[in-house]
């Protein structure tokens, strides 16, 4: 079984500022995929990032990139210019790659704990 | 292209009452899971249902269960209600097919209250 820890239960970080949350893994797995989401008050989860274990490059999206490291099973969140609609809560997710005979992908995400990043102005 | 639609978004109800809640995938996504969340166990896996059937299954009891419709739709629905029932219950859809690890989109979620 997969397990997903956030050490960090709370960030907060000042507008403007870069902030990283921390996220590690536990799996025997070789391939499988990792998402950060994150969970403002409105509270629909909403993808952030996605990075493919096989893939040796950090994925980014505009202000967001990880820094993967697979050996290691570390797959922190790097939110650059934080904004105050950032405040929201964070969660690392893990999916491992899953096809039946006919090759339809199944997937089930385990979730990390969260930490709640506050963006102050 | 709209989002994935739940619903209600709150419900109400009493311990040992049943509750079906609804969720409508994105146009296009064949997979819908269900997830439950709450503050003491956090984001927990239900199941997963792709063509009508059900293809992963989280470690919940036989009180839990869904159906997915011909036209991807989906139910949940939980018997005999508990008060550790009380949750956040997030539906998401995803396509599938050849493409693994594709992402899965939530909707807003229904929040079931037990009394």
């Known amino acids: 079984a997969q397990t997903v820890t956030q050490s960090q239960p709370e960030m907060s970080v000042q507008e403007a500022e870069t902030v990283t949350l921390s996220c590690t893994y536990d799996?025997?797995?070789?391939?499988?995929?990792l998402f950060w989401y994150k969970q403002p008050p409105s509270r629909q989860m909403i993808l952030v990032i996605r990075q493919e274990a096989y893939k040796q490059q950090n994925a980014t999206e505009n202000r967001f990139s990880v820094n993967f490291q697979k050996a290691a099973k570390s797959f922190s969140l790097k939110i650059s210019d934080s904004q105050l609609g950032d405040t929201a809560m964070y969660f690392c997710?893990?999916?491992?790659?899953?096809?039946?005979?006919?090759?339809?992908?199944?997937?089930?995400?385990?979730f990390g704990q969260g930490t709640i990043l506050t963006v102050h102005p | 292209k709209a989002g994935v639609t739940q619903t209600p978004r709150y419900l109400i109800k009493t311990r040992g009452q049943q509750v079906t809640l609804s969720c409508s995938p994105i146009s296009g996504h064949r997979s819908v899971s269900w997830y439950q969340q709450t503050p003491g166990q956090g984001l927990q896996f239900l199941f997963e249902y792709f063509s009508e059937t059900q293809r992963n299954k989280g470690n919940f009891p036989g009180r839990f269960s869904g159906r997915q419709f011909s036209n991807s739709r989906s139910e949940m629905n939980v018997s005999t209600l508990e008060l550790g029932d009380s949750a956040l219950y997030l539906c998401?859809?995803?396509?599938?097919?050849?493409?693994?690890?594709?992402?899965?989109?939530f909707g807003n979620g229904t929040r079931l209250t037990v009394t």
């Open positions: 997710a893990f999916m491992k790659h899953v096809s039946d005979a006919g090759g339809t992908s199944y997937g089930k995400l385990t």
């Open positions: 799996t025997s797995e070789n391939n499988y995929y």
């Open positions: 998401a859809s995803r396509t599938t097919g050849t493409l693994p690890g594709s992402p899965l989109h």
